[in-house]
């Protein structure tokens, strides 16, 4: 391994003198390249930006909801929370305004011009809401507001009472205090087939045969077609865009003047995605950002524009082939395009600085243009290279996920990387030959060049001077910190949690609150029920298993589930309206008979309801579960334990319908379950990419204990933020994990530069004090550079009003500062502590040929 080490650091120093003769010739070939990889990026280049992407064409979850959504439609709405400046959802002024304004959003969404209006497929509110009244034998469904407007306050008063009699109504329509109502608006998100013919197949046929009418014992039969079967549709993916268009449209409604009176706040998945969007948007702003405070700094630092020019020239290709080729390849992006060109951003101008401040440091020194290129290379040649492998270890190591997002996320970001270290020495030296920075060289006039802005060197020296006389009070201070860290992390949990997407204070973040305190929550979860076989929905004890189910989580879970709602709950409400609203029948009926004749006065009273709850044939339907916010964390237990309680409590039904099918679903639930697997697969894949890199580092330094130290300082910018968010009581979500190998990166970057340089010095000389003092003499400022500009660049994501860029851009800028700290600080005070030997002892012992000095 020394004498390929040994090669390869000759090699890096002839390279750009064997490339500056055929210059022209790699200039034409990396315009062929961009050409083809701009023509994959015209033609095949792919976005997707839709939830769907991440799951697997075929995948479980994915499948049980679109069954679900083949019945009873799409389980995406809008629940806008509003409240009138009465303080009264029940005063005049309050019911005049949301008649006014349920009626706008109903004929809006029905013109032939309702745009993206035209995603509404029902509306409820107060003004619609249905309740049940019996007339003989006949049940009549009645609206509370919308059929006669309750013009006297003695009548809006009974309405109210009314309204307070309907279990489904509280929280729903109106808060406890009735300071809040709420309007439900149900889209079609996610139930538009691909093709719209196909949304004509499917036929479904209710043939029911008038009754004798309502009483005990009479007779009453209902014929439906059991061979009518809902089609299987294919259903379009629901791109971001199409969530921020809808909900867009729907605030230029509510913003009208006309409904000034009421105060709205927006919660359910379109808006929440609708600031995922607005999210995208304001990244890409953040990003313009961070890639102008890099311009900056590169210019304060180098104050020449062909330092500027040159790196990010080398980024902004590096990341075009790497996205030219996924495209070519059939690849499909999502928004975690951003994340790879941080990375190549972060990895690419971190390596261009170090070439650039060799460069600058051998010219200083007298070295001509061509002599100090040469040196630049064969200093930093070996450090690019191992930077470039362990990053791209790390980016591979996402392949091992089942998730095509991640994985897609994981080769491009590979291949840019790849790419940028071609790029760094195979075109790069012929950049720097045609325009370099003008430098000024030790003992000449500022005319012969520019001077630095910032000259780190008389601190670096202190620096060398200072951890040689405290070198072990400064590694037992690191180890005191490190363990308060590790105690700290003891405290971190690993939770994404959808209602902390937003900052304290938001629209968003208020509203979600607002749900979870005065209305219904911001979740929705199914429990989809197929019992495969007809009428399996009108046995007694089928509605009996339901109505136990749902009190049992109920009970079990008062913190969580806030409602609850069924067939079984429709059928205990009719019982008791059709027995002249006694409490006591507000109970399921032991003989099938009665159930019958209940589900049939509901259905002639309300069809559109029935279907909503139940298939024509009375083999499938659902339970709702209306829940407050939470995390993975909060509801990964609670889904495991409602499977378990599903099972026991339908077990005794199996003997009977041995092909029922009972499946937690909705998009609220899956989400949660992929965002839980994600966490868990990043926290995976970054171990087993430390160890590869570990290994690595062992094999390159030529010694275990080398390759150990070496993992420290790249540990602790990890073990930093672990720490300290934990401390904090600040869970690590997924958005962070999958920025944390863009840190590590960082990270390790510098510590190879910095061990590497040191070991062929400490082999050199055997001496610590003068391998310290040329390490961060000749490295140190690249480090600093790189450091400031990366810590910095991350720092500017913190603004981000989505908090699942703001706390890794946070975070990401103190642990890239961390990581300088114990480069600069915690390594030179270990190496002069502990002296290890780095495989010098057998370098020598093998007579292998020591690194010549730079000249």
């Known amino acids: 391994m020394q004498q390929l080490l040994f090669r390869l650091n000759h090699l890096f120093e002839r390279l750009p003198g064997a490339l500056l003769p055929y210059r022209w010739l790699s200039l034409i070939l990396f315009v062929a390249i961009a050409t083809l990889m701009m023509t994959g990026l015209v033609r095949h280049f792919a976005v997707n930006m839709s939830p769907e992407v991440w799951f697997e064409d075929e995948a479980g979850p994915l499948e049980i909801r679109n069954a679900f959504r083949r019945q009873f439609g799409s389980d995406e709405s809008v629940f806008i929370v509003y409240r009138p400046q009465s303080g009264d959802v029940f005063s005049e002024e309050a019911l005049r305004t949301l008649e006014k304004l349920h009626t706008t959003l109903t004929q809006l969404s029905e013109g032939a011009d309702a745009g993206e209006l035209g995603r509404i497929v029902d509306i409820d509110s107060l003004y619609n809401a249905r309740y049940q009244i019996a007339q003989g034998d006949t049940l009549i469904s009645k609206k509370l507001i919308g059929a006669d407007f309750p013009e006297t306050e003695s009548e809006r008063e009974r309405r109210r009472a009314i309204a307070e009699s309907q279990d489904s109504f509280e929280r729903m329509f109106y808060s406890d205090d009735f300071q809040y109502g709420g309007i439900r608006i149900k889209t079609d998100f996610g139930v538009v087939p691909v093709e719209s013919e196909l949304s004509e197949s499917a036929t479904q046929t209710d043939n029911l045969l008038a009754d004798d009418g309502f009483g005990f014992g009479l007779e009453t039969s209902l014929e439906v077609d059991a061979s009518a079967e809902v089609a299987e549709v294919e259903f379009a993916s629901v791109q971001l865009d199409e969530y921020a268009r809808f909900m867009n449209a729907v605030r230029e409604i509510t913003q009208d003047p006309a409904f000034s009176d009421f105060e709205f706040h927006y919660v359910g998945n379109p808006a929440t995605m609708d600031f995922v969007m607005n999210a995208v948007i304001e990244a890409g702003g953040l990003l313009t950002a961070m890639v102008a405070l890099v311009v900056i700094l590169l ?382 697969t990043q926290v995976k894949s970054f171990s087993f990419a430390l160890f590869i890199i570990t290994l690595l580092m062992m094999v390159t330094l030529g010694s275990y204990q080398a390759g150990l130290i070496s993992m420290i300082p790249n540990l602790l910018p990890a073990v930093f933020t672990f720490g300290v968010m934990g401390a904090l009581g600040i869970p690590l979500d997924t958005d962070t994990l999958i920025v944390a190998p863009i840190i590590i990166g960082i990270a390790v970057d510098d510590t190879i530069h910095f061990l590497t340089h040191y070991r062929y010095t400490w082999i050199e000389h055997g001496d610590v004090g003068i391998a310290v003092r040329k390490t961060l003499r000749e490295v140190g400022q690249a480090v600093a550079f790189t450091s400031l500009i990366l810590g910095l660049g991350f720092g500017v994501l913190g603004f981000a009003g989505y908090l699942g860029l703001a706390k890794p851009g946070i975070f990401g800028g103190l642990a890239i500062l961390v990581a300088l700290l114990s480069d600069l600080l915690f390594l030179p005070a270990l190496m002069h502590w502990l002296k290890p030997d780095m495989g010098r002892r057998k370098v020598l012992e093998n007579n292998a040929p020591a690194p010549s000095k730079l000249t």
């Open 299 to 680: 210019w304060v630092l180098f104050r020449s524009l062909s330092a500027v020019i040159w790196p990010l020239l080398i980024v902004y290709t590096s990341a075009i082939w790497a996205i030219g080729t996924g495209a070519w390849l059939g690849m499909t992006y999502t928004t975690m395009l951003a994340l790879t060109f941080m990375l190549v951003l972060a990895v690419g101008i971190a390596s261009c600085i170090h070439v650039l401040s060799a460069y600058t440091l051998f010219t200083r020194e007298g070295k001509d243009h061509h002599r100090a290129l040469a040196l630049a290379y064969r200093k930093t040649g070996i450090p690019i290279l191992l930077t470039s492998v362990t990053t791209m270890i790390g980016m591979l190591a996402l392949t091992l996920t089942d998730m095509p997002i991640i994985t897609t996320f994981g080769i491009t970001s590979a291949l840019a990387v790849g790419f940028s270290f071609l790029l760094i020495f195979l075109f790069l030296p012929i950049l720097l030959d045609i325009w370099h920075p003008k430098i000024q060289t030790e003992g000449k006039s500022e005319s012969d060049g520019k001077k630095p802005l910032i000259d780190l060197q008389p601190m670096l020296a202190w620096i060398a001077d200072f951890t040689e006389r405290r070198a072990k009070a400064i590694v037992v201070s690191y180890v005191a910190v490190f363990a308060l860290l590790i105690y700290g992390a003891f405290g971190l949990s690993i939770d994404t949690n959808f209602s902390k997407l937003a900052r304290e204070g938001t629209p968003l973040q208020s509203a979600l609150e607002l749900v979870d305190k005065d209305m219904m929550g911001g979740m929705d979860l199914e429990v989809f029920l197929d019992f495969n076989q007809a009428d399996a929905l009108q046995d007694p004890a089928v509605l009996k298993a339901i109505n136990e189910l749902q009190n049992l989580i109920s009970e079990k879970h008062q913190g969580k589930v806030i409602k609850t709602f069924s067939l079984a709950d429709i059928v205990e409400d009719t019982n008791q309206v059709m027995n002249g609203d006694d409490p006591a029948y507000h109970r399921l009926p032991d003989d099938p008979r009665m159930t019958a004749q209940l589900l049939y006065l509901f259905n002639n009273a309300n069809p559109d309801d029935r279907r909503d709850m139940v298939s024509d044939d009375y083999s499938k339907s659902h339970i709702s579960f209306m829940l407050k916010n939470g995390g993975t964390n909060e509801y990964t237990p609670f889904f495991n334990q409602l499977d378990r309680d599903i099972e026991q409590i339908f077990a005794p039904l199996r003997s009977t319908y041995p092909d029922m099918s009972l499946e937690v679903t909705g998009t609220f639930h899956m989400m949660m379950n992929l965002m839980d697997h994600v966490a868990w």
